[in-house]
């Protein structure tokens, strides 16, 4: 029972490339989440989504894109990579009334 | 809009000695609240959760919360701490039925000492 699954673990990005984080759920969660991790301030939520087809904006979702093709999986894209991106990436699954699932997050570095 | 505080950045305590986290939430209905830690370098791990019922819930590692309505604070305890309980702890609470939007304070460091 793998759970949630990021890949990958470690990146390091030029300022304007391109990249994308993967997630993937093994529990048949409708909902899937990514957050962002910054020091001092918590965990923030970029993107959402509610089922399959269904995704929408959280706290701060500039400068990243959410798609939902199938329930297990939940890629984040950063469209061109800022040094204000550098951050560590966390991507949660949950269910109704259940508790959020976290994998175990991806340190990006953006140069 | 809601919100979690977490007034305590820091916290030092020594082996065998009782520890209480608190957190203090702004939301309009029942709040669905969690405590995560997270270890260095590692993931979130979930202590407990409330959701309805009996106010005092109790979660692994030895540690229990109690949710009060009246204080907007769910406030998290542990009896005695152990070297291994040295983390950051996480407060947050969830808005809709699928907790697929959680709002997280800023946590509290925890250090113990011998």
């Known amino acids: 029972n793998a759970g949630v699954t990021q890949t990958p673990k470690f990146q390091v990005l030029k300022t304007g490339q391109s990249m994308t984080l993967q997630c993937a759920q093994d529990?048949?969660?409708?909902?899937m989440s990514w957050y962002r991790q910054d020091p001092g301030m918590g965990l923030r939520l970029i993107h959402y989504s509610v089922g399959a087809g269904i995704t929408d904006q959280g706290e701060v979702p500039n400068g990243y894109n959410v798609s939902r093709s199938t329930t297990e999986d939940f890629p984040l894209r950063l469209l061109s990579a800022a040094p204000s991106q550098t951050s560590v990436y966390f991507c949660?699954?949950?269910?109704?009334?259940?508790?959020?699932?976290f994998g175990q997050g991806t340190r990006l570095t953006v140069v | 809009a809601q919100s979690v505080t977490q007034p305590d950045i820091h916290i030092t305590v020594s082996e065998g000695a009782s520890l209480e986290l608190r957190c203090n939430y702004s939301?309009?209905?029942?709040?669905?609240l969690f405590w995560y830690v997270q270890s260095p370098g590692q993931g979130l791990q979930l202590l407990l959760k409330y959701f309805s019922g009996d106010t005092l819930v109790q979660g692994i590692k030895g540690f229990e919360a109690e949710f009060k309505r009246s204080q907007s604070s769910f406030n998290l305890r542990k009896p005695s701490v152990h070297w291994s309980d040295a983390a950051e702890y996480f407060c947050a609470v969830g808005q809709n039925f699928g907790n697929e939007k959680l709002t997280f304070g800023t946590g509290t460091r925890l250090t113990i000492i011998p």
């Open positions: 939301y309009g209905a029942t709040p669905y």
């Open positions: 529990m048949n969660h409708e909902y």
């Open positions: 949660a699954s949950s269910y109704d009334e259940g508790r959020a699932f």
